[in-house]
């Protein structure tokens, strides 16, 4: 495990096991921070942006793809050498899986029919493709960026959430509708759906009701609740509670709020509540999980 300290913010890689690593780059300064690394054509890669946006640069900045927070980037090149040429911007954060696409086929040797790129016509092709980050896959980045850990179990850890990042990555709803998909062809819908994010979690103590918060963002509630769950992969109040016990999380990590004094930021009258619904999250209560971070 390297760790490098740039200007404002940081730059670990992890090694997971042979051709397999995780890269955690951290940009919390004012000015934009160009991070490079040589991959070459035998492995995939798989980019999430957790906060800000970056820009991948290729052939010696011909072409660039922008990935802003909350989304996702798959790059897989079988022809020719991907190195990392990334232009991350100020106060951004990114964790990027690598691994070789040998490693990445034997996790699926009995699904290649459902990667859509495992199959044989596909072998020798590129893909690359863009998609929102789910909240399911928010927690886990979120835990790969911040943890608590012996040095000793760190590794392992880090392995056992990347393995939980790609398995949700690509647990792909078995009843997903197909005839919903060009409602995200429509810009402003995808623009009313994110403000409407914005607003339950700004507002996340006491959020809108679904119809309230319908009528803010000008969209029908059955186009808020189908946009909202194709877009973030849940409905919107699963979203926020789960968004809420995270914010949670990290304020008890901090140490500066006591237990009821978290509850109350994110929306629970009474620390019994809040504890309850931690717990059904976490499957420990807040002050557990602090012992735990305090003997770890």
Known sequence: MEEENIAQGSFEEVLIEDGFYVLKIQNDGIHNQTVTREIDSSFIQFHFCLKGSAKF????????????????????????????????????????????????????????????????????????SQEAVSPAIAVVLSQVM???????????????????????????????????????VDEDNVKRIRKAKEIIISRMAEPPSLQDLSEEIGLSLKKLKEGFKQIYGDSVYSFLFDYKM????????????????????????TSSHFIAAFKKKYSTTPKKYLMSLASG
């Open 57 to 128: 640069v290729f052939n010696e900045g011909r072409y660039a793809l922008e990935v802003n927070e909350d989304n996702s980037l798959l790059l897989y090149n079988t022809q020719v050498d991907l190195p990392l040429n990334l232009v991350l911007n100020a106060n951004s954060w990114m964790v990027s899986i690598i691994m070789t696409i040998r490693k990445f086929h034997s996790l699926f040797s009995k699904e290649a029919d459902y990667i859509p790129f495992l199959s044989p016509d596909n072998k020798d092709k590129k893909y690359y």
């Open 146 to 184: 911040n943890y608590n850990l012996h040095r000793s179990v760190k590794g392992l850890y880090i392995k056992g959430k990347v393995y939980e990042l790609i398995s949700l990555y690509f647990n792909k709803s078995q009843d997903a509708d197909v005839e919903q998909c060009p409602f995200l």
């Open 246 to 269: 995270e914010y949670a999380r990290k304020m008890l990590e901090s140490g500066k709020h006591n237990v009821n004094e978290v509850g109350l930021k994110v929306g629970y009258s």
